[in-house]
């Protein structure tokens, strides 16, 4: 199933990351886009410190191979850093 | 990507303190996430200059590579990558945008 694919493709990179991956294609039905919207919802310790670019970009290198070949036609991201317990 | 994107891409980036590669024109943006960010930038009054990658493909392609990021639009701020559209919603709506941009 993509959705755990693509989360356990993301905690292999980022192994101490809180991850929720959610299959939002269904916000676009009418627009055929042949891949799923996705929405990346992660907090990992790595983002301290990081811009909000950056942070992203880390997303988007892990996920290259599913955006390139559209798998994923859409990618939406939300980083958070964890709060200090 | 060749050496004379590469230098196109650079003056654009020093001509404006902020640049927006987009599709369309502010005015007539050609794609809901482009728009988006257009709208935030004037609804926060910052100045902008733009490019639209439609009237150009070889940008369009190169400013992907440029900065790693695959998707348009993407906004810059003295050369340097902020992001695309769900970033500057989120630094919109964290008040957040006047420290960039301030």
Known sequence: MLLKQIESKIKKSLPKCKVEVVDTSSDHIGHDAGGAHILVNITDESFKGVSLALQHKKIYEILDEELKDGTIHALRIKTRVPKDG | ?102
């Not at chain 2, 196109?8 to 001509?15: F, Q, S």
């Not at chain 2, 809901?32 to 930038?41: E, K, P």
Request: aromatic share 8%.
């Open chain 2, 1 to 102: 990507m060749d050496d004379e994107t590469k230098e196109k891409i650079e003056n654009l980036l020093k001509e404006n303190k902020v640049v927006l590669f987009m599709k369309g024109i502010p005015t007539f943006p050609q794609c809901g996430f482009s728009a988006r960010v257009a709208q935030i930038l004037k609804k926060n009054n910052i100045n902008f200059g733009h490019f639209n990658v439609l009237e150009d493909d070889a940008v369009r392609q190169g400013i992907k590579e440029f900065s790693g990021w695959p998707t348009i639009p993407q906004l810059y701020v003295d050369g340097e990558l902020i992001g695309g559209c769900d970033i500057l919603v989120e630094l919109d709506e964290n008040g957040e945008l006047e420290e960039i941009f301030g």
